[in-house]
C-alpha cells in the first residue's frame, strides 16, 4: 500500500503539515505497534489523495450518523487481518478515525476516532464522549467510537 510506519524511530513524515505534527506522528506509530504486536502485521500508510475510494467508504459509513470531518485527512491505511478489514485515516487536525469490520457476517463493526494529546474535540463529534488512555508512543489519548448498523461493502 504504501509507506510502513516506524514505531521505534517516530516520525513526522505525512503528517508534518498538522499543527500537532509529533503527537499525531505517535499516535499513528501507537496504533503500527499495536498491529505488529496483536497480528504481527506491517502498518503501512500512503497519502490520503491516492486513495480517494477508501476515503469515499469512511465516508459513506461516517454519513450514518449525519458526521463530516471537516479536517484535511493526510493519511490512509488499510489493513487486513484475522478477517477483519481495518481503515485508518489520519487528519490534518489530530484526529485519527479507524473503521473495524469484520469481514464475516454477524461480526463487529465500529468507527473508532482517537484525538491526539493537545487538540479539541472536533465540533462534529461534541456528542460523544472520550474516554483516555496513557501511551509511551502517543501521550494521553482520548478515544471514542459507534458501531455501524448498515451494511457497507468494501
Excluded at 7 to 32: I, M, Q, W, Y
Excluded at 73 to 99: C, K, M, Q, R, T
Aim: charged share 25%; proline share 5%; hydrophobic share 45%.
Amino acid at each position: 500500500m504504501g509507506t510502513p510506519v516506524d514505531f521505534k524511530d517516530v516520525s513526522t513524515e505525512g503528517v508534518e503539515s498538522s499543527p500537532h505534527a509529533e503527537a499525531l506522528a505517535g499516535l499513528r506509530a501507537n496504533e503500527a505497534r499495536y498491529f505488529d504486536t496483536k497480528y504481527k502485521h506491517v502498518f503501512e500508510v500512503a497519502p490520503a489523495a491516492d486513495e480517494p475510494e477508501v476515503l469515499a467508504w469512511v465516508e459513506r459509513i461516517l454519513a450514518e450518523r449525519d458526521i463530516v470531518i471537516a479536517a484535511k485527512p493526510l493519511e490512509v491505511s488499510v489493513n487486513d487481518v484475522d478477517g477483519i478489514h481495518w481503515v485508518h485515516v489520519f487528519y490534518g487536525s489530530g484526529l485519527a478515525l479507524n473503521v473495524l469490520w469484520t469481514v464475516a457476517d454477524g461480526g463487529k463493526r465500529a468507527v473508532g476516532f482517537k484525538l491526539c494529546e493537545g487538540m479539541d474535540v472536533p465540533e462534529e463529534l461534541d456528542s460523544f464522549k472520550f474516554a483516555r488512555q496513557k501511551s509511551k508512543l502517543a501521550g494521553t489519548i482520548r478515544g471514542t467510537f459507534f458501531v455501524i448498523k448498515g451494511e457497507h461493502p468494501y
